[in-house]
């Protein structure tokens, strides 16, 4: 059980294009959901907290107009990296909450912007 | 606010050996603390968590982590290392219900 998805796996884009990416909780109910952003050889960042019917909450430096979030769903959150540029190549995790202070992970998103 | 440090960057160990991988955890609250494990172009697998109910946690694959309020650590450890160890480890800890907070990871290699 707890198994988060997410789609696609890997994506390459051209410079200008958007991409969505979606993060799915499978077998549970998930009012909130997170998004990360991992560069090479660095740690997991914080980007947003997604709540089921209302606006993301963006962690400070994170720009709420490229990176749209969208939780229409208690199972799914959606990423859209509006006209997305080299620099937002990066690996791009979602997690679900369970539980009090218990979060399950999705397997990520490898974004390459050419 | 709550926080974790990882000391090391990158440990390296022979097959059989002592694993220890340090966390550090600054917090002003009983901490919720994790260990995550993450292979190459993966997303993260939880290998343990104190929860504040046995300072001694036992995880999958072996591991396990001593919560020790005195020295505000939650080192990780595994008494013999094996070769599918290799990955890139990850402190985190949660400041709330909600959002986790990551240390900068320790990359684990294991000689043969």
Redesign the interface.
């Known amino acids: 059980g707890a198994v988060v998805s ?1 789609h696609p796996s890997r994506v390459i884009c051209k410079s200008g294009t958007s991409v969505k990416i979606e993060c799915r909780s499978l077998d549970f109910q998930a009012t ?1 959901m ?1 998004w990360y952003r991992q560069f090479p ?6 980007m947003a ?1 997604s709540n089921e019917g209302s606006k993301a909450t963006y962690e400070q430096g994170v720009e709420k107009d490229k990176f749209l979030i969208n939780h229409a769903s208690l199972t799914l959150s959606t990423l859209t990296v509006t006209s997305a540029h080299p620099e937002d190549s990066s ?1 791009y ?1 979602c ?1 679900a ?1 369970g539980g ?2 218990t ?1 399950y ?4 998103t ?1 974004l390459l912007v050419l | 606010a709550q926080s974790v440090t990882q000391l090391g960057s990158h440990v390296s160990v022979s097959e059989g050996a002592l694993v220890l991988l340090r966390c550090n955890y600054s917090s002003s609250v009983p901490p919720y603390l994790f260990w995550y494990v993450q292979y190459p172009n993966q997303g993260l697998q939880l290998l343990l968590k104190y929860t504040s109910a046995a300072t001694l946690v036992k995880g999958i694959n072996g591991f396990e982590a001593e919560f020790k309020k005195s020295e505000t650590s939650f080192h990780l450890t595994k008494p013999s290392a094996h070769m599918s160890d290799a990955a890139e480890y990850f402190c985190a800890v949660t400041p709330n219900n909600n959002d986790m907070r990551f240390g900068a990871g320790t990359r684990l290699t294991v000689k043969p």
């Not at chain 1, 992970?105 to 990520?108: A, I, K, L, R, S």
Request: aromatic fraction near 14%.
């Open positions: 997410q909130t997170f050889k660095q740690s997991l960042m914080l907290t690996f995790i997690s909450n009090p202070r979060q992970f999705g397997p990520g490898r």
